[in-house]
């Protein structure tokens, strides 16, 4: 009697699984595919379904060098669900592999918009053995600035500004290595803030914070939080590096982002008058009025005649009541 073949999408997505698992790539690629057709069949739309059977299919192209199909089919994933991690890395892998770095470069960004501790990512874009230290620049880095001089961070397409919904997002999607995922992050955000920055990483930090500082007295906020990262990324001491990229957050409206640089800021030097004001106007926005009064209460009793922090104060008061 011949094997039953799975009819439904939820079996012919597990088969596919399991066949990736076993590394019979092409079989995989073949039932993702068959899913997608029988999931378009019935009309319905379920598009995160769709979008992880994309990326999935995407996987196996990619694990047999097929890149361009590969790239077709993560573009298709993330038209679906804008900003979902795993299509993003998969095409940067697929053009990095094809040797497209700018569009390789973007897509890593734009994932580190999303979770700044991923670790592909960061080694995408720069070697962390020590980071800023450009004998240790990643393959795609040198060949961006041997191509493009040094002047290539301006000749790469837009780098697309992720919304605070999107930012969270990886950790509900549906992923058979969310576990390996989080794993990865936890242990990469400990050995970030474990690191002691050298000499030569807190000047370049220092260099990149003022070069954001420059570029927010130009208005254009989102090259400047770029800079602020990249200077986090080198050293993660300085108090008013997260304090500076979270006025930024507060012009894009990304109220939680400003909220946790100005937390940050606060670890660093809980007397930041900045970080205390910026975080009550974040909370204000986000109608947490008893954070942002409290934010302003101790901001008060450090600069008792800050004029802006006692105007707040009474906006914030007015909704208290």
């Not at 669900?81 to 040797?99: D, N």
């Not at 795609?140 to 191509?147: E, F, G, K, P, V």
């Not at 989102?222 to 990262?229: C, G, L, N, R, T």
Request: hydrophobic fraction near 35%; proline fraction near 5%; charged fraction near 30%.
């Amino acid at each position: 009697m011949a094997p039953k073949f799975p009819d439904s999408v939820e079996e012919l997505r597990a088969a596919g699984n399991e066949s990736f698992r076993n590394g019979q790539y092409a079989e995989a690629s073949a039932l993702y595919g068959r899913a997608l057709r029988v999931l378009q069949a019935q009309g319905s739309s379920d598009p995160e379904e769709e979008s992880v059977l994309y990326s999935n299919r995407a996987a196996c192209h990619l694990k047999d060098g097929n890149c361009r199909d590969c790239i077709k089919d993560c573009t298709s994933a993330l038209a679906l669900v804008p900003f979902s991690i795993k299509p993003l890395l998969r095409r940067a892998s697929a053009y990095e592999a094809l040797e497209k770095y700018p569009m390789a470069y973007v897509d890593y960004k734009t994932v580190l918009q999303i979770d700044d501790n991923v670790t592909s990512a960061v080694e995408g874009i720069n070697s962390w053995k020590p980071p800023c230290n450009p004998a240790f620049f990643s393959r795609m880095t040198r060949a961006l600035m041997d191509s493009l001089g040094p002047e290539w961070r301006l000749k790469l397409p837009s780098i697309p500004l992720v919304p605070v919904s999107a930012q969270k997002r990886w950790n509900s999607l549906p992923s058979e290595n969310h576990k390996e995922m989080a794993k990865s992050k936890s242990k990469e955000t400990t050995a970030t803030k474990n690191r002691v920055p050298s000499a030569g990483d807190v000047e370049k930090a220092r260099v990149l914070k003022e070069e954001g500082n420059e570029l927010v007295k130009k208005g254009n906020h989102k090259k400047a939080i770029e800079k602020y990262s990249e200077s986090l990324l080198c050293s993660n001491l300085e108090s008013a590096t997260y304090s500076n990229r979270a006025l930024c957050y507060l012009v894009l409206k990304q109220y939680t982002e400003a909220v946790k640089d100005c937390t940050e800021a606060l670890k660093l030097d809980g007397k930041n008058v900045k970080a205390f004001y910026r975080r009550a106007q974040a909370h204000k926005a986000l109608k947490d009025y008893k954070s942002s009064f409290a934010d302003i209460s101790n901001l008060l009793q450090i600069e008792p005649r800050n004029g802006p922090a006692q105007k707040l104060r009474q906006e914030v008061k007015q909704n208290l009541h």
